[in-house]
Structures are given as C-alpha cells and as structure tokens.
C-alpha cells in the first residue's frame, strides 16, 4: 500500500474527510512518528508494532572484492518489531492465499500440488 492508497482508503472509510484533509492527517501522523524515532523515542502501535532505534557500533569489514580491511562508523538505525495480532493475522491470510493456489501441507510438512 502507498501513501496515497492510504489516503483514498481514509476517504473512503471517512466520508466526512476530503482528500486533502486525509493527506494532511497522513504526513501530519508521520511527521511525528519521524521525529520521534529521530529523537530516539519508541513508538508502541499496539496490535500493530512497535518502531525503535537500534545502535550500531563502529566495526571493521573486509572488502570482498581487494580484500581490504575498511573501518565502518557507528550508525543509528530505525528498526520495527510486529506485533503478536498482526504477526498471527497476516499467517492466517497467507495460509488462506496458499490454499488457494491449491497447495495442501502434508503430514511431512512438505507442500504438494492438486
């Protein structure tokens, strides 16, 4: 999903809201989302996930290609975790969507075609 598929599906589940205000409340909740997570504050979407940051410390990798050892810096990266809810609701529709390729788990755990 976009974002502007996300602002037709606030639109349509929100008759009252124009595109434009759905626009606006979509980069406004992701403004402060951004800047949480560059403050390094956590962000808890319960059902949902939970967004962080995660530090990295300085390292020392080996160029694959010359063989060169190059020092990498330390970085912060933005990092999500999803939740028990949704983690069990997307395996249950990919389940669905397996079944309906006509893929059957067997008691061997392998896949078998119809």
């Not at 009252?16 to 951004?34: G, R, Y």
């Not at 290609?65 to 990092?79: H, I, N, Q, S, Y």
């Amino acid at each position: 999903m976009t974002k502007r598929e996300l602002i037709r599906e606030l639109t349509q589940q929100f008759p009252h809201l124009s595109p434009q205000q759905a626009e606006a409340v979509v980069k406004a909740v992701f403004a402060v989302l951004t800047e949480a997570l560059a403050c390094g504050e956590g962000i808890e979407l319960w059902g949902f996930g939970s967004f962080g940051v995660k530090q990295h410390g300085p390292r020392a990798v080996r160029d694959p290609r010359t063989g060169a050892v190059l020092a990498v810096p330390a970085k912060t990266v933005p990092f999500f975790r999803v939740a028990k809810a949704l983690r069990k609701r997307v395996d249950e529709q990919g389940e669905l969507r397996q079944g309906e390729k006509g893929t059957v788990d067997t008691s061997d755990g392998s896949p078998h075609q119809h």
